[in-house]
């Protein structure tokens, strides 16, 4: 029979979904069949499926640990923030509306049966479910109607392991505190809990990990030392992009800046870039002004293009992009960010915010009208300067259209997809993945001056992906972990 074990956590951003990654590849090693499951997940970095929807970019890492095709059932409520009060609300991959926080906690409840449905279906095809939670159990407020932690649990008879972050300070007082806060009946779910992130020797902990297995009454599986090649895995979190808003680590003479929009999207275009040695990466804060040594600028994506686009003049990043074309750098808008620089964005139906019309950077002659439909699909392509054939996918509302289109960046089964200056140093392209191909980033790198690239990079997340597993076996009960499923 198909069990399942979930991860919840004492916060945000206390690894669930690296710890996660890790489990679902050490029971793969263990000959088993496994998929990766979320509830529900909030993010605006998304994944296109093999079944034609959308997930959050952790799921499909995870998946990519379970060496599974990715499926919108591994994460069927997505939650796309748009701006500070509202999300598109995505469900088993497709957009459903666009809520509120307020609308959104009333909607919450109804959406548990399609959780259910699509957890089921992945138990029905694996022989073990891994299940990521979502914030933390003790936010006892939203503990109605939850679809995410312990709402979550008890409805599917999922144990609980609880993971802790102790890189942050207090891990006693989080994981004895949830206890404390949380419904005896939820508590009951637990079966046990992990220290994460530990710095040092982790035989310093030794009393306050007793301390906690003696306040709880929960089995500890073990203390996690800080996994040091953690920056190597996609990131789901902008602010965990490496090299963010300081140099990248890696020294390389290439500098690429990416400017940090305020809803930014599907950034890890960026994640193969940061690996490369010849390349020096960079996050721009807002304030920030773009460095007069940058060889390329690169504007990415976003959930709320009108409303970057404002948040981009705001920071004076406009007139800084003009002095960067003088001096004869290069500039690559993807999807949101080709959008950005047509001369106008149209939006009458009012599908991204207030409707109505923004005018552009208009370093492209195009011209932007976003629509109601949204395209989701993977994509191959020729890149239309070098003849490099690339894998990517799309992920976007709105059409894009203008003379510069007659100039396309690449090709897709025949017709012409992006636009291209008539001097060459602007780019825009809907496609994002393209860096993860290995050939095209290679072209890529080498047409802006650099050194092109003698990296691969699926096969550096794979083998990272191993060294998480590994790293997992040596520290933590993992055995012990896995045995707990049910």
């Given at each position: 029979?198909?069990?399942?074990?979930?991860?919840?956590?004492?916060?945000s951003?206390?690894?669930k979904?690296?710890?996660?990654?890790?489990?679902?590849?050490?029971?793969?090693?263990?000959?088993?069949?496994?998929?990766?499951?979320k509830?529900?997940?909030?993010?605006?970095?998304?994944?296109?499926?093999?079944?034609g929807g959308?997930?959050?970019r952790?799921?499909?890492?995870?998946a990519l640990?379970?060496r599974?095709p990715?499926?919108?059932?591994?994460?069927?409520?997505?939650l796309?923030?748009e701006?500070?009060?509202?999300?598109q609300?995505?469900?088993?991959?497709?957009r459903l509306?666009?809520?509120k926080?307020?609308?959104?906690?009333?909607?919450?409840?109804?959406?548990m049966?399609?959780?259910?449905?699509?957890?089921?279906l992945l138990?029905?095809?694996?022989?073990l479910v891994i299940?990521?939670?979502?914030?933390s159990?003790?936010?006892?407020n939203?503990?109605?109607g939850?679809?995410?932690?312990m709402?979550?649990?008890?409805?599917?008879?999922?144990?609980?392991?609880?993971?802790?972050?102790?890189d942050?300070?207090?891990?006693?007082?989080q994981?004895?505190?949830?206890?404390?806060?949380?419904?005896?009946e939820?508590?009951?779910?637990?079966?046990?809990?992990l220290?994460?992130?530990?710095?040092g020797d982790?035989?310093?902990f030794d009393?306050?990990?007793?301390?906690i297995?003696?306040?709880?009454g929960?089995?500890?599986?073990?203390?996690?030392?800080?996994f040091?090649?953690?920056?190597?895995?996609?990131?789901?979190d902008a602010?965990?992009?490496?090299?963010s808003?300081r140099?990248?680590g890696?020294?390389?003479?290439?500098?690429?800046?990416c400017?940090?929009?305020?809803?930014?999207?599907?950034f890890?275009?960026l994640?193969?870039?940061?690996?490369?040695?010849?390349?020096?990466?960079?996050?721009?804060?807002a304030?920030q002004?773009i460095?007069g040594?940058?060889?390329?600028?690169?504007i990415?994506?976003?959930?709320?293009?009108?409303?970057d686009l404002a948040?981009?003049?705001a920071?004076?990043?406009?007139?800084?992009l003009q002095?960067?074309?003088?001096?004869?750098?290069?500039?690559?808008?993807i999807?949101?960010g080709?959008?950005m620089l047509?001369s106008?964005i149209?939006?009458?139906?009012?599908i991204?915010g207030?409707?109505?019309e923004?005018?552009?950077?208009?370093?492209l002659d195009v011209?932007?009208?976003?629509?109601?439909?949204?395209r989701?699909?993977?994509?191959?392509?020729?890149h239309t300067?070098s003849?490099q054939?690339?894998?990517?996918?799309?992920?976007?509302?709105?059409?894009?259209?203008?003379?510069?289109?007659?100039?396309?960046?690449?090709?897709?089964?025949?017709r012409?997809?992006?636009?291209?200056?008539l001097?060459g140093?602007?780019?825009?392209s809907?496609?994002?993945?393209?860096f993860?191909?290995?050939g095209?980033?290679?072209?890529?790198?080498?047409?802006?001056?650099?050194?092109g690239s003698?990296?691969?990079y699926s096969?550096?997340?794979?083998d990272t992906?191993?060294?998480l597993?590994?790293?997992l076996?040596?520290h933590?009960?993992v055995?012990g972990?896995?045995?707990?499923a049910?």
């Amino acid at each position: 029979m198909s069990k399942a074990i979930m991860i919840q956590g004492t916060g945000s951003n206390v690894g669930k979904s690296m710890l996660v990654a890790g489990l679902c590849r050490a029971a793969v090693r263990r000959g088993l069949s496994v998929a990766p499951f979320k509830s529900q997940n909030m993010s605006n970095n998304a994944a296109v499926t093999s079944d034609g929807g959308e997930i959050g970019r952790a799921q499909a890492l995870q998946a990519l640990a379970c060496r599974v095709p990715l499926t919108v059932h591994m994460n069927p409520v997505l939650l796309k923030p748009e701006t500070d009060v509202g999300a598109q609300v995505v469900v088993q991959g497709k957009r459903l509306t666009t809520a509120k926080a307020r609308d959104y906690s009333k909607l919450k409840p109804t959406l548990m049966t399609r959780v259910l449905e699509s957890f089921e279906l992945l138990k029905s095809q694996h022989d073990l479910v891994i299940v990521e939670g979502a914030g933390s159990p003790a936010e006892v407020n939203l503990r109605q109607g939850d679809i995410a932690n312990m709402g979550f649990a008890q409805a599917s008879d999922t144990p609980v392991i609880l993971a802790g972050d102790i890189d942050r300070g207090g891990v006693i007082a989080q994981l004895v505190g949830t206890q404390a806060v949380i419904d005896p009946e939820d508590a009951a779910m637990v079966r046990g809990f992990l220290v994460n992130k530990f710095r040092g020797d982790p035989s310093l902990f030794d009393d306050g990990y007793a301390f906690i297995e003696e306040r709880t009454g929960w089995p500890g599986f073990g203390v996690l030392p800080h996994f040091p090649d953690a920056w190597k895995l996609p990131a789901e979190d902008a602010l965990d992009i490496r090299g963010s808003g300081r140099d990248s680590g890696r020294g390389g003479d290439l500098k690429i800046v990416c400017l940090g929009l305020s809803r930014i999207a599907n950034f890890d275009d960026l994640d193969p870039l940061a690996q490369e040695p010849s390349v020096h990466l960079s996050m721009l804060r807002a304030g920030q002004v773009i460095p007069g040594d940058t060889d390329l600028v690169i504007i990415p994506g976003s959930k709320s293009t009108r409303g970057d686009l404002a948040f981009l003049r705001a920071q004076g990043w406009d007139v800084d992009l003009q002095a960067h074309l003088r001096r004869g750098g290069a500039l690559l808008g993807i999807c949101g960010g080709y959008q950005m620089l047509g001369s106008s964005i149209s939006d009458p139906e009012g599908i991204e915010g207030a409707p109505g019309e923004t005018q552009g950077l208009g370093f492209l002659d195009v011209t932007t009208r976003m629509t109601s439909d949204k395209r989701l699909t993977e994509t191959n392509a020729i890149h239309t300067a070098s003849g490099q054939s690339f894998a990517g996918y799309e992920i976007h509302i709105g059409r894009t259209e203008g003379a510069d289109c007659e100039r396309p960046f690449a090709q897709v089964n025949g017709r012409n997809e992006g636009a291209v200056s008539l001097n060459g140093a602007v780019m825009g392209s809907y496609l994002h993945g393209m860096f993860a191909d290995d050939g095209f980033r290679s072209a890529f790198l080498t047409s802006l001056g650099g050194e092109g690239s003698g990296t691969s990079y699926s096969q550096t997340v794979d083998d990272t992906l191993d060294a998480l597993a590994d790293h997992l076996e040596t520290h933590l009960d993992v055995e012990g972990l896995l045995a707990s499923a049910r």
